[in-house]
């Protein structure tokens, strides 16, 4: 590999798999700024707009709630296939999904997944007729993160900054939340 990582004096890649991956989906996933990606195979440029995930499961399963008139919905009846885009730290924390998207109306999780800063767009709360819940079913992802937390990492980059040499904290690597069958 040509990079940087060729200079690491400890190993920075972890492919992460099942419930490993999950975890890891949910904790990067989890008060992250997400870049909703969608028309990823329809031969038109993509369209990207900011989308706050209300939950992930512990499938891996990552829910939001969109306008059933939206662009995206429509857009996603058209191409299921996403990409999802979050980052919520300047330097780790970042995260990187493809998925299949569903749209429906279900009424229990729309309820389930509801937050009250959502009457913002729903104004009529989370009854609100144009309401629809967003399900993405991981296929496949990457992330990059830090080892230690974010002032470990600090630590080891102003020294490694300081004495010249690589002391970087990351970590990355695949992710498959679903474990193949053999």
Same mark, same amino acid.
């Not at 990409?83 to 919520?88: K, S, T």
């Not at 999904?97 to 509801?114: N, T």
């Not at 144009?130 to 080891?156: L, M, Q």
């Given at each position: 590999?040509?990079?940087?990582? %060729? ?5 920075? +890649?972890? &492919?992460?798999? #099942?419930?490993?991956? !999950?975890?890891?989906?949910? =904790? ?58 979050? %980052? ?5 924390? +970042?995260? &990187?999904?493809? #998925?299949?998207?569903? !749209?429906?109306?279900?009424? =229990? ?74």
């Amino acid at each position: 590999m040509n990079s940087i990582n %060729q200079n690491q004096p400890e190993d920075n +890649f972890k &492919n992460l798999e #099942g419930v490993e991956a !999950v975890k890891k989906i949910r =904790e990067l996933a989890d008060k992250a700024t997400c870049f909703f990606c969608s028309n990823i195979k329809t031969g038109l440029p993509f369209s990207t707009r900011p989308m706050a995930v209300q939950t992930v499961d512990e499938e891996g399963t990552l829910w939001f709630l969109s306008a059933n008139d939206s662009g995206l919905n429509s857009e996603l009846a058209k191409d299921s296939f996403v990409q999802l885009l979050f %980052q919520r730290s300047a330097h780790s924390d +970042f995260l &990187n999904i493809y #998925g299949i998207a569903s !749209v429906s109306q279900d009424k =229990e999780k729309i309820k389930e997944v509801w937050e009250p800063i959502m009457k913002t767009w729903f104004t009529e709360g989370e009854d609100d007729p144009r309401i629809s819940v967003i399900k993405i079913e991981p296929t496949e992802g990457y992330y990059w993160d830090n080892k230690h937390g974010n002032a470990v990492a600090f630590i080891k980059m102003a020294v490694g900054a300081v004495i010249g040499k690589t002391l970087d904290d990351s970590i990355e690597g695949k992710l498959e939340p679903v474990a193949d069958e053999k």
